[in-house]
C-alpha cells in the first residue's frame, strides 16, 4: 500500500503574497497604517508589500515635500511607479518628479493651493505644462482637480485640447478664483463633452463684444466635434459670481445636459436673469435630485421654485445667503418629504427654530442634517466660542416642548449638527397658567400698595420675590443638557457623526450685530451682559459672597450630574465615531467620559469645548 505524501511546505509569504493578484485584493482591503504595519512583521512581508504603500502619495507640508524630492526617494518612486495610482499635492513642483520618473499610472490628480497664501497659488500656477504632460501620459486618469490655473487663452487652448482627446478622464474641478472672461468659461464649458462632473469657481467678467449668437453657438458645436453634441454631466458645480447679462454663456449649454443630477446654482449680480435659469432647470432637467444654493443670493420665491423643479429631492443646501422669508422655502422643501436625505443649513439663520425641529419630524428619509458650522478657531471667552457663528439656526427646548407628541422620526439620521438653547429653569407644561394668574396678583397688588409706605412696600416685594423662587424651585429643574432632547437623541440608534452646541440663555436677547461690535471692541461677555464684579466692604458682604459661592458650588454639582446622566444615555449610540460638544466642558467629568468610552467601539474623533 502506497504511503500518502504529505504536500511540500511552504513559508506563509510565499504561499500567498507571490500570487500577485491576490497582493492586490488583500491590500485593496487595507489602509496606509495597515500596511505600514505590516511592513514591519518580516522581510519578505516588507517585500511584498512595501509597493503597495506608494499607490496613494500626500504631500501637504514642506517637510514632506523636502523629504519626497530626497534622490533616495525618488529612485524608490521609480521602481514602484507602477503601484502610483493617487497624488495629491498642495506643492506642485511635485509633477515634473512624477514626469521624470514615469509615474502614468495615475487615475486621481489632485492639486490644490493652500488656502489664504496666494503665493503658493501663482507658483502652482507655473507648473501647469507638467500637468498637461502627465494628463497625455496617463490613459487611466479619470479625476483631476487643481486649485490654481492659468487662464490665458493660450493656455486655456491647450487645457482643452488635452481634455477633449483624454477617453477616460471624467471628472474635472477648478477652484482659483480669479477674473476671467465669458469666452474663457464658455470654452472651457464646451470642452466637457465626456464628464461626469465638472467644477469651476471663477469671476466672469466680459470685457469684448459678442458676435451673432448664430455664429457663436457653431463656433461652440464645434470645439465638441459633434454636430448635435449631448452632454453627460451628472454634477455642474458652479460656486463662481457671474453678472445677469453675462448668463447667456449658460442658456445654450444647460438644453444639452439632460443628465444633470447634481447643480450648485452660482451667484448672480442681479435678479433678472435668476428666475430664467430656474426655469431652464425646472425644464431641460428631469433628473435633478440634488440642489445646493449656498452661493446663490435668489429671493425665497425664487429658491422655492428651484426646489419645485426636482421631481425627486434629495439633498438641499443653503447658506447666509438664503433670503429671510424661509416659510416659502420651508413649504417646498416639505412636497419632498418621502425623498429628502441630506439636509445642509449651516449659517442659515433665516431657519426658526419651529422649522429646525419641523425638518426632524416630518422627513423620515432623513440621514443628514447639518446645522451648525465648524469653529475656525477656539477663543477662550465663552461668548465668542459659543457665537462664533452668529447665522447658525438655534434649537429651542420651548418649540421641541410643544412638539412632544409629534417625536423626531428620522431613525435613518447619521449626521447630526446642532445647536440648542433651553431655558434655566424647566417648568412644567401646566403651570404656565398659574404663572400668568401670580403676574396678575402681583399687578393687582401693586395696585393696592400706591398707598402704602416705602417700608412696607419693600417688604411686600421681597416676600413675593421668595415665594416666586421657592415656586421656580419646586416646579423644575435646572439643567445643562435638556432631558427632552435626550429623549429624541436616544432614538437616533444610526447616528455616526453628532455636533451639539450649548447656547446660553442670555446670548439669545442680545442682538447678534452687538455681540459682533463686543467681539471686535474686547469686550467680555461677563463684563457686558452678566453686571459689573461685586466689590467686598464689611463682614454682611463677605457672608454674601460665601453664601452666592456655595449656591453656585451646589449648581455646578448639579449640572455635572445631569450631564454625566447625558453622557450615560448616549454611550448607548454605538455606531458613534464623531463627538463635539460645545460650551459644555465645565459640566464634563473624564470619568464620565471614560465610562462612555467604552460602548464607542468605532469612535476616532472627540472634541468637548
Not at 428666475?275 to 431652464?280: A, E, G, N, Y
Not at 409629534?406 to 433651553?422: E, T
Not at 467686598?536 to 448639579?558: F, G, K, P, Y
Amino acid at each position: 500500500m502506497q504511503s500518502a505524501t504529505s504536500p511540500p511546505s511552504y513559508p506563509p509569504s510565499s504561499a500567498v503574497f507571490d500570487i500577485y493578484f491576490l497582493q492586490a485584493q488583500i491590500c485593496a482591503e487595507l489602509t496606509q497604517r495597515d500596511i505600514r504595519h505590516c511592513c514591519l512583521v518580516s522581510k519578505d512581508f516588507y517585500h511584498n508589500l512595501s509597493p503597495f504603500l506608494y499607490r496613494s502619495i500626500h504631500i501637504h507640508r514642506s517637510s514632506t515635500f523636502k523629504k519626497f524630492i530626497r534622490p533616495e526617494s525618488l529612485a524608490a518612486l521609480e521602481r514602484n511607479r507602477e503601484h502610483v495610482l493617487h497624488v495629491s499635492s498642495v506643492y506642485a513642483r511635485v509633477w515634473k518628479y512624477l514626469v521624470q520618473c514615469r509615474c502614468f499610472h495615475l487615475v486621481v490628480l489632485q492639486s490644490p493651493s493652500l488656502p489664504r497664501r496666494p503665493q503658493n497659488r501663482e507658483t502652482n500656477k507655473q507648473e501647469l505644462p507638467h500637468i498637461l504632460t502627465l494628463m497625455q501620459s496617463c490613459p487611466q486618469l479619470r479625476v483631476l482637480e487643481l486649485g490654481h490655473f492659468n487662464y490665458e487663452e493660450e493656455k486655456v487652448n491647450q487645457f482643452c485640447t488635452v481634455v477633449r482627446a483624454h477617453g477616460q478622464l471624467r471628472e474635472v474641478m477648478i477652484d482659483h478664483y480669479d477674473h476671467v472672461r465669458s469666452h474663457i468659461v464658455e470654452t472651457i464649458l464646451w470642452s466637457m463633452l465626456r464628464m461626469e462632473r465638472f467644477s469651476i469657481n471663477v469671476y466672469t467678467s466680459d470685457a469684448r463684444q459678442r458676435q451673432d449668437s448664430v455664429t457663436e453657438s457653431k463656433k461652440l458645436i464645434a470645439l465638441t466635434g459633434v454636430e448635435n453634441p449631448v452632454f453627460a454631466l451628472k454634477e455642474l458645480v458652479l460656486p463662481c459670481t457671474i453678472y445677469d447679462y453675462e448668463l447667456a454663456l449658460l442658456f445654450p449649454f444647460m438644453p444639452r445636459c439632460p443628465h444633470i443630477e447634481r447643480f450648485t446654482m452660482p451667484y448672480i449680480c442681479g435678479s433678472r436673469a435668476t428666475r430664467d435659469l430656474i426655469l431652464l432647470l425646472a425644464t431641460f432637467a428631469p433628473h435633478l435630485q440634488h440642489l445646493d444654493m449656498r452661493t446663490c443670493g435668489a429671493s425665497g420665491f425664487d429658491v422655492a421654485l428651484a426646489i419645485a423643479a426636482c421631481q425627486n429631492l434629495r439633498s438641499f443646501k443653503a447658506g447666509p445667503a438664503t433670503p429671510p422669508d424661509s416659510k416659502e422655502i420651508f413649504d417646498a422643501l416639505m412636497l419632498h418629504q418621502d425623498t429628502l436625505e441630506e439636509l445642509n443649513v449651516e449659517g442659515c439663520f433665516a431657519i426658526s427654530s419651529a422649522q429646525l425641529n419641523g425638518f426632524l419630524s416630518r422627513l423620515p428619509k432623513l440621514q443628514v442634517l447639518e446645522a451648525m458650522s465648524p469653529l475656525s478657531k477656539i477663543c477662550k471667552t465663552m461668548e465668542v466660542s459659543t457665537r462664533e457663528k452668529l447665522g447658525d439656526p438655534i434649537l429651542s427646548m420651548d418649540d421641541l416642548r410643544a412638539e412632544t407628541r409629534r417625536p423626531w422620526i428620522c431613525h435613518q439620521l447619521r449626521v447630526l449638527k446642532l445647536r440648542y438653547a433651553g431655558r434655566e429653569k424647566l417648568e412644567n407644561a401646566g403651570n404656565h397658567d398659574d404663572d400668568d394668574d401670580d403676574e396678575d396678583e402681583d399687578d393687582d397688588d401693586d395696585d393696592d400698595d400706591d398707598d402704602l409706605d416705602d417700608d412696607t412696600h419693600s417688604k411686600r416685594y421681597h416676600i413675593n420675590r421668595k415665594r416666586k423662587k421657592k415656586k421656580s424651585e419646586e416646579d423644575g429643574v435646572e439643567e445643562v443638557f435638556p432631558s427632552v432632547l435626550l429623549e429624541q437623541l436616544t432614538r437616533l440608534t444610526e447616528l455616526e457623526v453628532l455636533w451639539l452646541g450649548r447656547i446660553e440663555r442670555y446670548f439669545l436677547v442680545v442682538d447678534p450685530i452687538a455681540i459682533a461690535d463686543r467681539i471686535a471692541s474686547g469686550d467680555n461677555a461677563d463684563t457686558t451682559t452678566m453686571g459689573s464684579p461685586s466689590i467686598i466692604t464689611s463682614a454682611t458682604d463677605l457672608n454674601a459672597v460665601v453664601q452666592r459661592e456655595n449656591r453656585r458650588a451646589i449648581r455646578h454639582q448639579a449640572l455635572t450630574q445631569n450631564m454625566g446622566h447625558a453622557l450615560a444615555e448616549m454611550s448607548k449610540l454605538h455606531h458613534l465615531r464623531q463627538l463635539e460638544l460645545r460650551n459644555l466642558r465645565p459640566f464634563i467629568k473624564r470619568a464620565d467620559i471614560k465610562q462612555a468610552k467604552k460602548n464607542w467601539k468605532h469612535l476616532k474623533k472627540l472634541n468637548y469645548s
